[in-house]
């Protein structure tokens, strides 16, 4: 896996479960939430893929009960 990848906002919201753009803007903007922030090539928003990952890792994990 190359973790210079660009992911378009599309992407991102699709690999976290088809959010919204508007879910996509709140978590970008809340600070609590420290969602990592885009690159603006050309007025359209890209993310690292390694950024994400690196967030992704840093999220608590849900268990489930059993």
Do not use: C
């Not at 992911?7 to 699709?14: C, D, F, G, I, N």
């Not at 939430?33 to 993310?47: D, E, G």
């Not at 390694?50 to 849900?62: C, F, G, K, T």
Request: net charge positive; proline share 5%.
């Amino acid at each position: 896996m190359d973790d210079d990848v660009l992911l378009t906002a599309k992407k991102v919201r699709q690999r976290f479960g088809d959010i919204s753009d508007m879910s996509l803007w709140r978590w970008i903007n809340d600070q609590k939430v420290a969602f990592p922030q885009p690159i603006y090539i050309n007025t359209v928003r890209y993310w690292k893929l390694s950024e994400l990952v690196a967030w992704e890792n840093a999220r608590p994990r849900h268990r489930v009960a059993a």
